[in-house]
Each structure stands twice: as structure tokens, then as C-alpha cells.
């Protein structure tokens, strides 16, 4: 059948799409483009803001409006993190809706559309992402204190967490089973088009973050076998593959152990960096709660390791970190980023931050701001507080900071973000980068003159994750180009291509991949 697939929300739900239609063109389907002349259509679907789940009742609303209007109707299906939160409640609102399926039975799919199409009704949900997931929660949440860590486990070098992630999960065919689709992942039919690539490292989080709905909707956290991430990156390297972003929710608190051997995050970012030919290792996101040296000083060791962290603080205020249930103060963030700027000199960080949490005060978004103004980010999403249904926050912390207040210390935020931005971007003029080319610029058109094969608005990326803006030839796509930087808007550089395309990655003495000339 022909089937369409939109994808909303984070990186992870864009790598299940691409598994999910590597699976599906197994299955003997066809992927299409557009979504009028298919026959199934899939929205993999987020749950983190309600407003990600608005576009999804809309999309589907829509649907439901273009049927009436049409001759047959196609299958349509809810994939993901709001399926597997409303569940069968998606089909007894919305009659269309034929299938609906949680990320943890994505596999599941090409015989939920067989089902479907012989006229069922068909649902497949992960039945330990919800209830016992939700049970756990009520133990878990220790009330609005902070949970400091003791001395010993809070970021030393190389020390054991106290509690490894995988103790109580015994057994390997989980975790066989959770990595199939990965494991059977095939070159889409076009290839990686800038040669970039996901490659998930873990599944779940248990971090209980209470604002969150990711513990309850993608369940607990399973580490993958080490071996498996290094053979799928080897076949994706071979492949031609030079970049690979490894996915996880926390996805410093990999670790996978087998009784005998423990491998950390460190361990695994060490072999992973060791893959011939892998010219980019990157990795987000990060918690700074599990941030140790060690793996700093794989990064600082490391020549194709992007020093890069994405490392979200979410507030910069105490009392909302332990509302939050974040596990760490501001001032063990603070000591985190001195401890990153000095193990890995030139590392570019990036936060995210949610303003209007519940009893937040002004004092609370004064000391995000502050946060913000001292850290040196290279970006920061800044999102408005949205209680989701089930979560510690949303059941027992009142929503009291009025929208229009949100709204503001929204654009505080990015604000004071885009002055941090615009000074850290103009640091690197006059020095060369070296840039992945991702494609032409959405902006190719609008500057004044025609693009053409030879010479188009090319985008691209640094080590350092900087967007960089660049005239050059689309067919450099997917290369790896010296630019030189002449400008720096807050979020992005722009700059003009030497004329020799460089051969061989490595970084400059400023790191992220800059030399100065
Ligand atoms: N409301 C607002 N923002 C949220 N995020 C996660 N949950 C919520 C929520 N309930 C933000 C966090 C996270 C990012 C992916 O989304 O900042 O880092
Ligand atoms: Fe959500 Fe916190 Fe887990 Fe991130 S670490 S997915 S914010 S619970």
C-alpha cells in the first residue's frame, strides 16, 4: 500500500520514522511524499507540550474533514508518544482513527496496517509505559525538597553511580527485542542525503523529571548492547555515513552491563569514536546530573567526538530545580559547565529552559536569566510550562503562573539569550571552520539573486553544532568545506568557502572545529 508518514517532536521520532519505513518497504509497502495519494496515513506523534499534541487532533480533525469529501478513505494511524498516552480513548473519540500504536511497538506495524486493512480496529501499547509507570511515580517523587547526591556520586571522575541503570532487568531478550527495528534498519532509497545519521543508544528514562511525560509514555530506561550500536554504526559508515548522532533521553546515563563488564557512557563513546572512517561522533541529550569527567575527557581525547553538549538546566533557581526533581543545584550546573570548559577548552554548550513552572517567582526567573548570561550557550529553547496529564507536576502542583507571564519571561529569556548568542557567535569571525554541508538554505532564493547549480545558499554545520550560511555549489552536499567566517548573527554564521574542499576532519586549536588563520 501507499503510505505517508509525518513526524512530529524530537529526533527520536524521526529516527522511528525512518525505522518504521525501512519496515514498512520490507513489508512490501510504498513510502510516498504526499499525503493526498496515499492509502495509509501515520502521524508519529509527541506528547511533551499540549501544543504538540493540538497539531495532532488538528491533523486528525483535517483528516476526518477531507474524507467526507472524498472517495475512499485511507487507514489512519497514530503512532508514538500520544498514542501510547491516550491509547484506545484516540479511536473512541475519533471513529477514523483505525490504529494506534505507543513507540515501544513500532515493530508491531506492518501487521497493525494488515489488521486495519481487513477493517479492525487495531491498538498496540506498551502496557509498562502506563500503569506501572505511573505507580512508580507516586513512590518515586520526594515532594519539593532537593534531592542532593551525595558527595561521592555527584560528577567525580570516573566514579560508579550508586544504582546502575540496568540492575533488575535480567533479562537480554528485552533488550534484543527493543533494538529489532534498529538492527534491521536498511539504506533508505536515497541514501543519507548530508551523510548524517540517529543511532538510538537507549530507550525510556527514569529520571522522573516531574513536568515530564517521556517516563510515562516511552517507559522505563534500557540501555542497548554496546556491540549492537557499534556493528549498526559500522554498517552505516559503510554505507557512507560520515556523521552519527547517538540518541537517548539522558543519554549520559548509558550503561549497560552484562555481571562481568560495565560499560559507561564513556566506554561506549570511546568505541563508537573508534569506527574507521567516522568522521563526527555527536550525542544528545544530556542530564547534568551523570555528566562525569570521564566522559569529558573522552571528548577532550577524541578528534571526531563534536565538542558539543546539550546539557538543559531548566530553570536556574534551587527551589524550581527541586520541584522540578532534578536532582541537582545551581550551583553543581555551575561547577558542571567550569569543570566542561576546562576538560574540553572550546566546548559549545546549549540549554533548554521552561519558564512559568508552578511557583516559580520573579527572583526564580531572575536567576535563569542569570543563568543564561553566564553560561556562554550557543542557543537555548525556552518553552512555557505545560502541565501534561498524569505527571507528579501536573497532579500535585497548582499551573499559578498566569499565561501572559509566561509569555514574558519567555521572551526575557530568549532575550538575554539571543545577547549570549550573538556574542558567542561573533567570537569565532575571522576563523575558518570546517563545515558538514547539509544543503541548500531555505533562505536560497531571497538574497538577491538566483540560485543555480553552481552557486546557491549552502547550509551546513561546525563541530561545535554552528549553523553555518555559506555561497557554494549544491552538489557539496553531504562534504565537509573550510568556511571562512566574516559574520555572526545570534544564531548562525555566515561566511565564504575557501576554494580547496578539505579532506579530513580534526579541530583547530579553538576546538568545535575552528583554526584561526
Ligand atoms: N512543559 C514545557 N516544556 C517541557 N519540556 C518537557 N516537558 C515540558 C512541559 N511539560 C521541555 C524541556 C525539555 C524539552 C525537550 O522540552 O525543556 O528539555
Ligand atoms: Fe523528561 Fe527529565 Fe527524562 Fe528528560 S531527563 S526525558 S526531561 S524525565
Redesign the pocket.
Known amino acids: 500500500m501507499k503510505v505517508y508518514i509525518e513526524t512530529m517532536g524530537c529526533q527520536m521520532n524521526r529516527l522511528d520514522s525512518e525505522l518504521v519505513a525501512a519496515s514498512l518497504r520490507a513489508a512490501g509497502h510504498e513510502m510516498v511524499a504526499d499525503r493526498g495519494a496515499a492509502e495509509v496515513v501515520l502521524y508519529n506523534t509527541c506528547s511533551v507540550r499540549q501544543h504538540a499534541e493540538e497539531k495532532v487532533y488538528s491533523r486528525i480533525g483535517g483528516a476526518r474533514r477531507q474524507k467526507a469529501n472524498r472517495g475512499p478513505r485511507p487507514i489512519l494511524g497514530v503512532l508514538g508518544c500520544m498514542a501510547q498516552r491516550e491509547g484506545e480513548q484516540l479511536i473512541r473519540r475519533f471513529g477514523r482513527v483505525d490504529i494506534v500504536c505507543g513507540p515501544g511497538q513500532l515493530a508491531r506495524l506492518p501487521e497493525l496496517i494488515a489488521a486495519a486493512a481487513a477493517g479492525e480496529k487495531a491498538v498496540a501499547l506498551d502496557p509498562d509505559a502506563l500503569e506501572a509507570r505511573r505507580e512508580k511515580m507516586k513512590t518515586d517523587h520526594r515532594g519539593t525538597e532537593i534531592q542532593r547526591v551525595e558527595e561521592g556520586d555527584w560528577l567525580r571522575s570516573g566514579t560508579p553511580l550508586a544504582v546502575p541503570t540496568n540492575v533488575g532487568i535480567p533479562a537480554a531478550t528485552d533488550i534484543d527485542d527493543f533494538d529489532s527495528l534498529d538492527m534491521a534498519r536498511e539504506i533508505p532509497p536515497d541514501g543519507w542525503p548530508s551523510n548524517q545519521a540517529y543511532v538510538r543508544v537507549m530507550k525510556g ?5 516531574t ?5 510515562l509514555v ?1 517507559g522505563p530506561e534500557l540501555s542497548r548492547r554496546p556491540v549492537r550500536i557499534v556493528q549498526e554504526i559500522r554498517r552505516l559508515v559503510d554505507a557512507g555515513v560520515t556523521e552519527v548522532t547517538l540518541l537517548g ?2 543519554v549520559n546515563r548509558y550503561r549497560w552491563s552484562d555481571g562481568a563488564r560495565t560499560v559507561r557512557f564513556s566506554d561506549l563513546l570511546a568505541d563508537v569514536a573508534d569506527v574507521p572512517h567516522l568522521r563526527r561522533l555527536r550525542f544528545v ?1 544530556s ?1 547534568p546530573l551523570d555528566f562525569t569527567d570521564d566522559i569529558l575527557h573522552v571528548m577532550a581525547g577524541r578528534a571526531n567526538i563534536c565538542q558539543y553538549i546539550h546539557l ?1 538546566p ?1 530553570s536556574g533557581a534551587d527551589a524550581v530545580l527541586g520541584r522540578m526533581n ?1 536532582k541537582y543545584t545551581r550551583s553543581q550546573y555551575d561547577e558542571l559547565v567550569a569543570r566542561a570548559r576546562q576538560i574540553v577548552p572550546g566546548v559549545v554548550l546549549a540549554g533548554d529552559f521552561i519558564v512559568g513552572f508552578p511557583g516559580e517567582t520573579e527572583a526564580d526567573h531572575e536567576a535563569s536569566a542569570d543563568l543564561i548570561r553566564k553560561s556562554g550557550f550557543k542557543n537555548s529553547f525556552v518553552f512555557k510550562y505545560s502541565p501534561r496529564p498524569g505527571t507528579a507536576a501536573a497532579k500535585n502542583m497548582p499551573d499559578d503562573v498566569p499565561d501572559e507571564v509566561k509569555r514574558r519571561r519567555n521572551n526575557e529569556l530568549l532575550a538575554v539569550q539571543e545577547q549570549v548568542g550573538l556574542a558567542h557567535h561573533r567570537s569565532y569571525i575571522g576563523t575558518t571552520a570546517e563545515v558538514l554541508v547539509e544543503g541548500q538554505s531555505v533562505r536560497a532564493g531571497k538574497q538577491g539573486f538566483e540560485p543555480s547549480a553552481e552557486r546557491t545558499q549552502l547550509v551546513g554545520r561546525t563541530m561545535g553544532d554552528h549553523i553555518v550560511h555559506f555561497l557554494g555549489p549544491q552538489s557539496l552536499t553531504g562534504q565537509y568545506v573550510r568556511v571562512r567566517i566574516a559574520e555572526a548573527t545570534s544564531l548562525a554564521l555566515r561566511g565564504e568557502m575557501e576554494e580547496e574542499t578539505i579532506s579530513r576532519g580534526g579541530r583547530g586549536e579553538l576546538g568545535a572545529g575552528f583554526a584561526r588563520k
Open positions: 528514562c527514569d529520571n522522573f523529571c513536568y515530564c511525560i517521556v517516563p516511552r533521553q539522558a541529550t542530564h538543559p531548566q532534578r
